[in-house]
């Protein structure tokens, strides 16, 4: 895709949508998330890292998203300098090319950070689903298997984020668009493909997610008001992790799925389109803030994985 190009998008000869305020947004918002991610999982991490050596599987799944985090964040830097350069390029000030190595490594670090938080987020869900309904399960809430967990969900998530820009590469072959997606109607069932490995990815987790949270409160309901108690912070931690997983990630997908049908042609609709269009840089901003809301995570977390690490020893020492 032609940035020079890019300026009005047109769905139907007369259905256009200026969009090119996208570079200075984009360069503004990632540059306000770098410095806030940097500060707030600086300052997570260093609370976290209190915590004794002993490690739980939550602390384990918290290591975990704490890494995915930080690609994001060290990408941020490649993503402003590209917008930095493309704002200029759809200015005719400057004629330069990112290059295919630059494009598949800024690609693949985002979606690193944004899958790879999305799996370990559910996976701290889901960790205090059998703390909570399946107590007696302890086996499956061993660090070792939360180890071997987050082992699996990493090779996962790097052949998704290896998958998806290869997938976008050939659909954008011919016009070069790199971290713009691709809009042509000629490469629809490759661009397709990618939006449903996309949607997937979102989808199975959000429900994995939802059906643990509802399981904790229908158990914590019917517990005596002195037990819940004990529970506050398992309810805390849950309630961020809802949050940010729905606040960051669901308006993004969303949006990507009608962003995606009309541009390839599936859907006609102008309205959807224009509108999808615009909120198209802000929901990838908003998804992206999730490296800056998950270390309130961590701060929360740290008091329950330290309870739960001084139980441990508790019971080691019995």
């Not at 602390?59 to 830097?77: C, G, H, Q």
């Not at 971290?179 to 429900?207: C, E, N």
């Amino acid at each position: 895709m032609d940035l020079r190009n890019t300026t009005y998008i047109s769905i139907q000869a007369n259905c256009t949508v200026d969009t090119s305020y996208r570079f200075t947004y984009y360069k503004i918002s990632y540059s306000m998330i770098f410095i806030f991610g940097v500060i707030s999982n600086a300052t997570a991490l260093r609370r976290f890292c209190r915590i004794p050596r002993m490690f739980t599987s939550t602390a384990v799944y918290m290591a975990n998203l704490a890494a995915a985090d930080i690609f994001f964040v060290i990408s941020l830097p490649l993503r402003i300098y590209y917008y930095h350069k493309a704002a200029a390029i759809s200015n005719r000030t400057n004629d330069w090319s990112p290059g295919s190595a630059f494009c598949q490594l800024t690609f693949t670090l985002k979606y690193i950070s944004l899958y790879g938080g999305i799996f370990f987020l559910v996976c701290i869900g889901v960790d205090r689903y059998f703390a909570v309904v399946h107590p007696l399960h302890q086996h499956l809430r061993k660090v070792r298997t939360a180890r071997m967990l987050s082992v699996g969900i990493w090779c996962l998530v790097l052949a998704l984020s290896l998958t998806l820009p290869l997938l976008y590469s050939a659909a954008s072959r011919w016009h070069k668009s790199c971290l713009l997606d691709p809009s042509s109607k000629r490469d629809s069932t490759i661009i397709l493909t990618a939006l449903g490995l996309v949607q997937i990815a979102y989808l199975l987790p959000a429900l994995l997610l939802l059906f643990s949270y509802c399981s904790i409160l229908r158990v914590l309901r019917s517990l005596p008001h002195r037990r819940k108690i004990r529970h506050r912070r398992t309810l805390t931690v849950i309630y961020w992790v809802l949050v940010v997983f729905f606040l960051c990630f669901t308006p993004y997908h969303l949006n990507l799925l009608g962003y995606t049908l009309t541009q390839v042609g599936l859907v006609r609709s102008c309205g959807l389109a224009q509108v999808t269009k615009v909120l198209h840089p802000i929901m990838l901003s908003l998804a992206s803030t999730n490296c800056c809301l998950n270390p309130l995570i961590y701060y929360f977390s740290s008091s329950l994985v330290h309870k739960e690490t001084a139980g441990s020893r508790g019971s080691a020492s019995q």
